[in-house]
């Protein structure tokens, strides 16, 4: 069975960066794309990029253009997502999620604390 | 950037009953357009894809309509274990987006 299962929670400081992993299982990772959607303390969830499977490439949110990363290692079926200079309004919890014309699978979420 | 709004953003319901919710696009998306089921504490579970394709092992009382800007998700005959908060996705075009979210408290 497809399992997405991403690195623990995190607490940074202001202007610090953080590394989120998602390692994945029970698919070919290298075929399907991978996104990123994060999601506020009791608010809707927010798509960040994602990294395409047909070229390799990462898109991301205008938003968080210039300060997020989105990579994998194909050899260690794992996707990676650092976001740099935390503010205390990206305190949320960070998701990996498969897609396949449209998200389909999810990773147990990563939470990410920007705090002084 | 396609925006999703759904309707309501909160309801309070008692079992048995018929729930209905809707998503609207600010723009045609065809059928591309899904649903999620979140649980507190629990990541988003896909419930219907492309708009009215149902998906293995979701209950047959999930079901899902529309094209083009107008979308709705039912559930039939409501049951306690679906309190949850409901989103709509587009994958029409990038950037996907999401809906606000309607949360279904059960009664």
């Known amino acids: 069975q497809v399992q997405l299962v991403q690195s623990g929670a995190e607490v940074k400081k202001p202007g610090a960066s953080v590394k989120v992993s998602c390692v994945a299982s029970g698919y070919t990772f290298s075929y399907y794309s991978m996104h990123w959607v994060r999601q506020a303390p009791g608010q809707s969830l927010e798509w960040m990029g994602w990294?395409?499977?047909?070229?390799?490439?990462?898109e991301f949110s205008q938003k968080f253009q210039g300060r997020v990363t989105i990579t994998w290692d194909t050899s260690a079926s794992t996707a990676y997502m650092e976001l740099r200079s935390l503010k205390s309004e990206d305190t949320a919890v960070y998701y990996c999620?498969?897609?396949?014309?449209?998200?389909?699978?999810w990773g147990q979420g990563t939470l990410v604390t920007v705090s002084s | 950037e396609i925006v999703l709004t759904q309707s309501p953003d909160f309801q309070s319901v008692t079992p048995k009953e018929k729930v209905t919710i809707t998503c609207r696009a600010s723009?045609?998306?065809?059928?591309?357009l899904h649903w999620y089921q979140q649980k507190p504490d629990q990541s988003p579970k896909l419930l219907i894809k492309y708009a009215s394709q149902s998906i293995s092992g979701v209950p047959s009382r999930f079901s899902g309509s529309g094209s083009g800007t107008d979308f709705t998700l039912t559930i039939n005959s409501l049951e306690a274990e679906d309190a949850a908060a409901y989103y709509c996705?587009?994958?029409?075009?990038?950037?996907?987006?999401f809906g606000q979210g309607t949360k279904l408290e059960i009664k």
């Open positions: 996705h587009q994958s029409s075009s990038l950037p996907y987006t």
């Open positions: 723009q045609n998306i065809g059928t591309s």
């Open positions: 999620a498969r897609d396949e014309l449209g998200i389909d699978y």
């Open positions: 990294i395409n499977a047909g070229n390799g490439n990462a």
